[in-house]
């Protein structure tokens, strides 16, 4: 499945971005979906991901209460909702599938999931 994720771009803290990721393929309903981002020097780190139906979605602590995602399988569409955004999250946030034979909880490592977007940089200024 080929992934393209866009929406980032800079912003001042406390603010918000939407981050999409459209997928290609038909069957986008039946992977998991997750975000990953990237700060410069650093490892990819989880921060959210969601199931099949999207009834299922998780978090890391970093994040919980201020991101949100949610899918819209009629448009193959997995977004990141994030507010109150803080110099922290600046980073490359990419986004990344996976199959799996459960509608539920899928894990958090980046391992686990076999497809990758090209990464959408987004910038918090402080």
């Known amino acids: 499945v080929q992934l393209q994720a866009f929406g980032g771009g800079l912003v001042q803290a406390g603010g918000f971005l939407r981050l999409s990721c459209a997928a290609s393929e038909r069957s986008f309903s039946s992977y998991v979906m997750g975000w990953f981002r990237q700060a410069p020097g650093k490892e990819r780190k989880f921060v959210a991901a969601?199931?099949?139906?999207?009834?299922?979605?998780y978090y890391a602590d970093s994040v919980k209460g201020r991101f949100t995602i949610f899918r819209d399988n009629a448009k193959n569409t997995v977004y990141l909702q994030m507010n109150s955004l803080k110099p922290e999250d600046t980073a490359v946030y990419y986004c990344?599938?996976?199959?799996?034979?459960?509608?539920?909880?899928?894990?958090?490592?980046?391992?686990?999931?076999?497809?990758w977007g090209q990464g959408t940089l987004v910038t918090v200024s402080s």
């Open positions: 969601i199931s099949w139906s999207g009834g299922s979605p």
């Open positions: 990344a599938a996976a199959t799996y034979y459960s509608d539920s909880y899928y894990g958090d490592q980046a391992r686990s999931f076999r497809w």
